[in-house]
Every structure is written in structure tokens, then in C-alpha cells.
């Protein structure tokens, strides 16, 4: 078995080429002849000898026919729809929960996969996806429940997945940050709503799609406004803007909280401060 040296060509991102994963005796749960294995540890940890980072570890996944907008840009932290490019390009599919560490020294004799690699942005989305499972976002739980009664966590869901390659992230602004619990519906949670579209490839055409569902965002949250009075009960939408990548400001960014498919509520009692991301 050869020696790991620091000029090892394995790389954060990098896919195991064909027939190295089975030589490692890994499986997939559900598919296995569309299996992918993607490289999960840093380029920094990688480079060390064995003694010092004796492991490396993997995500396993497999091969889909087209992503999923709800997936994609690491909007969901257990599961995520990412593009490998290459001649035709690879879609894949990520579970957090697929996570394997194998020692090191089983990678010497290995080579990565040469004809699919993530692009610099879709690497930072990996990267944005790993460190998700340990820094989510949480919001109170009173405010997720009354988002969930009236079914807007679903109809927020459906405006943004047709547009999920250009829609990169909807941020939430709950109440500027205070944590308050509130119980009576006239006690609305102020909520302010940012959809952050990409740039790449085509601005105008992701500006485009970020107004339409903003459109259908905004007629959602319109049953929770009296039509005669314009008061609002349990939330109320302060605003809903759409906002290119390069435009997002810091103080934007201290402020608002990305909300994932997924987002798991906080359960303490009393409830712990929540640490922006």
C-alpha cells in the first residue's frame, strides 16, 4: 500500500472516479448503480499525515436526472442537488445522513474522478451545505407554527423550487432580531422577507424569476390581512424585496437569517439566544 504524502491529489469536492468507492466497500441505501462519493474533508486536513488527521471523509449520493430548486444552493442542510461540471454535465443528490470517515492511507493507491469537478461557486455551496448541519438557523418556535398553519411555509416552498438554479437563498427578518414569544394572533410576528438571486448566468433572467415568486409570496401572505381593517393576524409581512447577490449588505446580512425547507425549531424553554449565521 503506497504512503500519503502532502501531494496527494485528493481535494475538498473532488468525486471518487468509478470502481474506487466499491473498492472501499461502500454501498448506497437506495441506488447503487448511480452511486457518487464526494470528498467532504479540507484541502488543509488532507494534506496532513495520517498521525495527524488519520481520517477522510465522505458523502455519498448518487446520480439524478435534473435538481430540484428546493435543494439546490444549500437551501436544505440534510439533502443537496448539486451540478458537477463536465461533457454533458453530472447532477447529483447529498444526504447529510450518508456521511462515511475511511482512513487515509486507503486513498494512497486512488485516484479522484478527472471528467466531473465543481465549479469554484458550486464548491462554496458544498462547503456552505457541510457547515449547515451545525449552524442552522432557528427561529421561535410560536412564529414556525403559525407559518405552518396557514400553510406558507408550503406555498413559500412551491413559489421558490421552479426558479431554484436562479433563486439562491430566502432570508428571513423576524421581528429585527428580538426574540419576543408571543400568544395572542393580534400579537403578529414582524417578519421582512429577502430573495437573494444569482448573478450567474444570466442576472436579468434570475431577477425575473425572484419577482415572480415574490408575486406568489406575496398574494400568500395576504390571507392574513383583514381586507376591510389591512390589520394583520399572527404575521405580518413588513416587506418582501428582491435582492441581487452583489447587493446584499452587512448590515443585511447581520440582520436576516436564512430559512431552509428543513428549518427545525427551537425547543428550549425558555429559548436559548439565537447565533446569527
Known amino acids: 500500500m503506497a504512503e500519503w504524502t502532502r501531494e496527494t491529489p485528493w481535494r475538498q469536492g473532488q468525486l471518487l472516479a468509478d470502481g474506487a468507492w466499491q473498492s472501499l466497500g461502500l454501498s448506497h441505501s437506495k441506488d447503487s448503480e448511480e452511486m457518487v462519493v464526494v470528498v467532504a474533508t479540507h484541502d488543509c486536513d488532507l494534506a496532513q499525515h495520517p498521525s495527524v488527521e488519520p481520517y477522510v471523509e465522505v458523502v455519498m449520493g448518487r446520480r439524478i436526472a435534473k435538481l430540484d430548486g428546493n435543494y439546490t444552493y444549500a437551501k436544505n442542510a440534510r439533502t443537496l442537488h448539486i451540478q458537477f461540471d463536465g461533457n454533458p454535465p453530472l447532477f447529483a443528490e447529498f444526504s447529510s445522513l450518508d456521511k462515511h470517515s475511511l482512513e487515509k492511507n486507503r486513498f494512497a493507491d486512488l485516484q479522484p474522478e478527472t471528467n466531473y469537478q465543481l465549479s469554484d461557486s458550486n464548491r462554496s455551496v458544498f462547503q456552505r451545505w457541510l457547515a449547515a448541519r451545525y449552524r442552522r438557523s432557528a427561529f421561535p418556535d410560536e412564529f414556525e407554527r403559525r407559518l405552518r398553519a396557514a ?5 413559500i416552498a412551491k413559489a421558490v423550487k421552479p426558479h431554484g438554479t436562479k433563486i439562491i437563498a430566502v432570508l428571513f427578518d423576524v421581528d429585527e432580531g428580538r426574540e419576543e414569544v408571543k400568544v395572542e394572533p393580534d400579537d403578529v410576528y414582524e417578519l421582512g422577507i429577502t430573495l ?3 448573478i450567474e448566468p444570466d442576472s436579468e433572467e434570475s431577477e425575473k424569476a425572484a419577482g415572480t415568486a415574490r408575486a406568489a ?33 452587512y448590515r443585511q446580512f447581520v440582520l436576516i437569517k436564512p430559512w431552509r425547507l428543513d428549518y427545525i425549531s427551537l425547543g428550549a424553554d425558555p429559548q436559548q439566544p439565537i447565533v446569527p449565521e
Open 151 to 155: 400553510k406558507l411555509d408550503e406555498r
Open 196 to 198: 437573494l438571486y444569482s
Open 217 to 249: 409570496i406575496q398574494s400568500a401572505f395576504e390571507k392574513l390581512r383583514d381586507p376591510k381593517s389591512g390589520q394583520w393576524k399572527d404575521i405580518e409581512l413588513r416587506y418582501l424585496e428582491v435582492v441581487s447577490e452583489e447587493a446584499l449588505s
